[in-house]
Structure formats: structure tokens, C-alpha cells
T-cell receptor
Framework: EDQVTQSPEALRLQEGESSSLNCSYT??????LFWYRQDPGKGPEFLFT???AGEEKEKERLKATLTKKESFLHITAPKPEDSATYLC????????????FGTGTRLKVLA | EPEVTQTPSHQVTQMGQEVILRCVPI?????FYWYRQILGQKVEFLVS????????KSEIFDDQFSVERPDGSNFTLKIRSTKLEDSAMYFC?????????????FGPGTRLTVL
């Protein structure tokens, strides 16, 4: 069965304290892996797409990386406004591009 | 910047009533999706829609659910007879047709409360 697991479930950081969020996946075939940010009561906001192992993407304080079994979202020197839930989703090679989501990591950055 | 919009933002209904959730996808997108998120749980796929027909649906998407693209802009999800367990956030998403770009863009969601 295709599965996506994110860890940790929740993370509290001090402002400026860098860390990484993990998304591990077991799927029949990976078409793409996606990172989203979700604020409370809002829809997921697209951050990154990764397609192949070794690929990296960066945006401001965020950097996403991909291996054959997992992806990391690195947060460098976070600010309180980075507080949100970060969602990982995968698309498998069969089917119609639906997403399989992980449960997310709730990030809280303290000032 | 183009975005997916959804109405209403919050819908309260009585158990057994029909509800229609509305979405306006990004204008040049041709693949459409509905997902739901029960409070505190993960986002779950419901259905995908392309070329005026359902292309894939999950086990959740039973006979009580239907989707429609009644005109060139709207995409709707109908729940025929709501149950308490249908209470959730419902997200619409859309995607461009280019084979290179697979990311989906999500609307702000409709919070459905079934009493």
C-alpha cells in the first residue's frame, strides 16, 4: 500500500534555530513529491515540487531535498511567520495525478 | 496572481440535507480535484475530473457524492444526503495540462458542518 509518513508531528523552534522536517514514502512508483504549507483554516499553499532523487529546491529560508525513500524540508534561521503546518504529498506513476498526503508537521517558531 | 476560489467558506446543514460546494478553478487548468480534511486528520483525495468526466475516485466518494462542471468556470461537489461524518474541510484543487508541471493549486476550502 502506498504510504507517506511525516515526522515529527510537531516541532517548536526558537527564532533562528534551524531544523529539518522529514517525509518518508513507500509507493509503487513516484511521479513527484510536493511540499505545501497550510495555515489554520486555510487551503494548502504550494511550495516545491521534486521529481528525482538528488534534486533540491530553495525558496527564501526553505530548502527541499529528495532521496529515493524520503524528502527533507530544511528551515534555516526560521522566523515566527514560518509557523504553519507543512504537508508532504506524493503522486504515484499510476492513476490520475491524485495526491497522497502525509499527516503534516506542525511547526511553531517562537520569537 | 490567479487562484482557486471556493464558496461558501462555511456551510452548516442538517443531517440528511443536500449540499453543493462550489469551486472556480484557475482559468487555464483542465484537471480538477476534490479533497477533504476532517479536523485534525490528513488531507484525503476524493475525486479527479477531466474532460467532463470522473477520471478517478476514492472509496470515500460513494453514491452520495457527485461532481459536475455545469459551465466553463464552475466545478461543484454535491453531497446528496449529508451524514454527521461528512463534517470536514473540503478543498478544490486544479492543475495545468502540461505534462511537465504536476503541482496542484488549492482553494481556501469550505468548512462543512453537519448537525
Amino acid at each position: 500500500e502506498d504510504q507517506v509518513t511525516q515526522s515529527p508531528e510537531a516541532l517548536r523552534l526558537q527564532e533562528g534555530e534551524s531544523s529539518s522536517l522529514n517525509c518518508s514514502y513507500t509507493v509503487s512508483g513516484l511521479r513527484g513529491l510536493f511540499w505545501y504549507r497550510q495555515d489554520p483554516g486555510k487551503g494548502p499553499e504550494f511550495l516545491f515540487t521534486l521529481y528525482s532523487a538528488g534534486e533540491e529546491k530553495e525558496k527564501e529560508r526553505l530548502k527541499a531535498t529528495l532521496t529515493k525513500k524520503e524528502s527533507f524540508l530544511h528551515i534555516t534561521a526560521p522566523k515566527p511567520e514560518d509557523s504553519a503546518t507543512y504537508l508532504c504529498a506524493v503522486q504515484i506513476t499510476s492513476g490520475t495525478y491524485k495526491y497522497i498526503f502525509g499527516t503534516g508537521t506542525r511547526l511553531k517558531v517562537l520569537a | 496572481e490567479p487562484e482557486v476560489t471556493q464558496t461558501p467558506s462555511h456551510q452548516v446543514t442538517q443531517m440528511g440535507q443536500e449540499v453543493i460546494l462550489r469551486c472556480v478553478p484557475i482559468s487555464n487548468h483542465l484537471y480538477f480535484y476534490w479533497y477533504r480534511q476532517i479536523l485534525g486528520q490528513k488531507v484525503e483525495f476524493l475525486v479527479s475530473f477531466y474532460n467532463n468526466e470522473i477520471s478517478e475516485k476514492s472509496e470515500i466518494f460513494d453514491d452520495q457524492f457527485s461532481v459536475e462542471r455545469p459551465d466553463g468556470s464552475n466545478f461543484t461537489l454535491k453531497i446528496r444526503s449529508t451524514k454527521l461524518e461528512d463534517s470536514a474541510m473540503y478543498f478544490c484543487a486544479s492543475r495545468v495540462t502540461s505534462g511537465k508541471y504536476h503541482e496542484q493549486f488549492f482553494g481556501p476550502g469550505t468548512r462543512l458542518t453537519v448537525l
